[in-house]
Each structure stands twice: as structure tokens, then as C-alpha cells.
């Protein structure tokens, strides 16, 4: 891996001997082109990622979300076809899925709240008058437009999960580029309440990855910033 | 602070000998409600989150957004009622705005791509497929689903930031609620081709502040992870 490390950066030193941070481990982390199958990311570390997940700061704290996580071999290789013949899907030890309530109900809102002011040891109606708001909001836009929101949140989720597999030295990769409908229809997320939103693969680059040796590139700050 | 830092996590020991890993900073962090305008985040930690929301990793690395760094106090001021009252737009010593290109361009997409191929020292052609294939995707769509797509990106670097700045022991107010147009319309974003998508004021929380020592409450795992 050691190799892999010192090639994945653009100009960071690293010093194996400590730990990195986000910054160090956003530089040694790309998107996997190539898994190794024979290569599987252990269960301690899979449930470091899950917890990243579930730490991710969401909307009011709703967490619109579900995170579906595939090991059986066969239903990942289902999936390749539905995500563009992308190879990492199936070769990934763990494929990540994160899917978005497909619109906010009256039960999720009160759920969620529910579950706070317990955590919390307060009175169920602490946050009534807040969540009376969010009710307000939400429930009289049209779905599409929840979901929207919602898979926004999902977004951040997903961000949490490739940076805590960074800092693991896990290899991912993040997708988009899948076909929705497919994905839903073959997982039955509709029955859930949910739509698949991102794909993440799990695992370990194999070393003939055509992107593993490749600088990563990044705008220049003066590109990126505008100060005020 | 490190009252603080005991006091705002659900269940984990902390060792403030050690440095905190994502997971622990990201149980440290908060929502901050009031920050403390006289403590300012230093320019050495501003400058950290800056690179964290430039190495987030963005849709085929096109990095559709800009970030607005307002230290103006007056310009703060004027946000603040923008973003519905929230005072913590003006408390903050910093005011991150994350603005999503309004749409793909041809330019853009080659733009980003002319980078990539000098970082690499690659011959200026090397992806023409590759952006070929995306300007075929993206530039026949309207401009509304393409901005949908460079917002979700920007929420991939939106929590970058957040973990950057937790891991600093910045304090951050992830916020959406405000009304994206009188903001686009104050900072003139549209003649960058621009449009406001997330606020993330930085700095140091009131030691008032009502949240500040409110338990963390997340989902059950059971509940968030569906395993197959």
C-alpha cells in the first residue's frame, strides 16, 4: 500500500509513523478504477464507515435515508449491468447504497423527533412547534421536490463515507452514473419508501488500476475562492 | 473547550491526548445555535477548510462550484436577515457561501479537463471521449437539472468542510434555509454563472449557547442499514 500512498498525492510529505487527517487522506484517496476482488475490507472497518454515515449532519437531523450494504456476490454482479458495466461494483468487497425517502410523511418528521427528545431525556413535545414547521414545509410540496431535498442529504452521508474510508486506507468509488429505476425495481426500494440515489464500492485497488499512479488534480485556490 | 468536547458526544471516551479521527470529531460537532463574535477561527484554519472543500471529490473531478469566503462584517449583517434571522451569519469571523454553476458549458468541462492534462503531463487530447461523452450528456439538458447535479456536488464539499472545520475544533451551522435568490441577487452571482446553494458560517460557539450541551442523537444502526 505504502507505494500507492506516496504516488496518490499531488504535494503532501506523508510520514507513515502518524496518523493523517482528512486533508492527508483526501490526497491519498481517488477514484477507483480496478478493485482486486481477492481483497476484502474487514467488518470492523465496514462498520467504521457505517458509523461515518450515521454521524453525517443531515436536515434538521432526519437522516432521509437508508444505507443498503451488498456482500451477496451474485446480486452485486446483477448490478453491473444497471450501473453502466462498471466492474467495480461487483468487485468491491462491500457495495454501498444510499437511498433517499422518496418524500417526507407526517410519521418520518415525528420519528425522528421522537427519537431525539428520547436521547435526550426531554418531554416528546420539546420540539412540537419545530416540527409543526418542518410538517408545514414539507408535506404540501410535491414529492419530487422532497426528494430532491432528501437525496441532497444523502450527498453528505456519502462524502462522510468515502472520507472515513480514506482515513481506513480504503479504497472506493464513488458513482453516480447508474440507472435508477433498474436499481430501485431490482432492490425494491419502492415498497420501502425509498430511491437510490449513490453507489459506493468498497474494497482494495488492484495495482494494474490505470488511475492509480495519476496525480490528482485540483483547481488552483485563486480559481476555487472568491473573498468578500 | 474541552468541557465542550466531553460533553457533546453520545458514547465515546475521548483522549485529548490523542488526535481525533473523523468519527470522533464528527461526535464532537454540532449544529452550532450561537457563536461567540469575539473569537476569531485563525486564517492558518480557515485556510484548512478551504483545502478540504477543494480536494472533495465532485462528478467526473469537474468541481462545479465556487467558494465565497465573506469576512465583511457589514456584508454578513446583510445576510442575515436573507437566511431568515439566523444571527449566526453574522457571528461567525467567517461566512462560507458554496455556489454551483448555474449549468455545464462546453468551457467549463474543457477547462477542467485542460487542468487535469497538465497536472498529468498528458497530451492535451487524452480524454476527448471522455469529455466528448459528457458534453453530450450535459449540454443537451436544461439548465435546471444541470444545476440539480453541480448542487449535489457541492454538498459533497459542504461536508468536507463541516469535517475539516470539526477537526480543528472549528465550530460550523451547516445551513440551507435561506432564500437563494435575494442572495444570488446581493452577491451578484448570476453574472458568474453562478447560483448560492449552502451557508456555512464558522467560529466558536457562546458558551449560552441552548444546543451546546445536548446529547447527539442518531438513528439505531438496525434502523439505518439494511444488509443483503
Sequence with gaps: MYKALFTRSTNIT?????????????????????FDPSKKVSQENVDKIIEAVNLAPTSSGLQPFQLLVITDQKLKEQIVP???????????????????????????????????????????DTYKSYTDRLKAAYLNRPAEENFAHTARQAYIAFA????????????TTPMEGFSN???????NLQAKGLKSVL???LGYHAEDDWLLHLKKARRPLSDLVINL
Tied chains: 1, 2.
Design 160 to 171: 462522510y463515507a468515502i472520507a472515513m474510508a480514506a482515513e481506513l486506507k480504503v479504497d
Design 14 to 34: 506523508f510520514n507513515r509513523n502518524i496518523d493523517m487527517g482528512l486533508l492527508e487522506s483526501s490526497k491519498w484517496r481517488y477514484a477507483t478504477k480496478k
Design 199 to 201: 453507489l459506493l464500492p
Design 82 to 124: 444497471i450501473a453502466a458495466g462498471q466492474q467495480q461494483v461487483a468487485d468491491g468487497s462491500h457495495l454501498l447504497v444510499f437511498a433517499a425517502w422518496d418524500n417526507y410523511t407526517a410519521e418520518r418528521i415525528e420519528n425522528a423527533y421522537k427519537l431525539i427528545t428520547e436521547v435526550r431525556g426531554q418531554a416528546p
Design 181 to 187: 429505476e433498474e436499481l430501485d425495481k431490482l432492490l
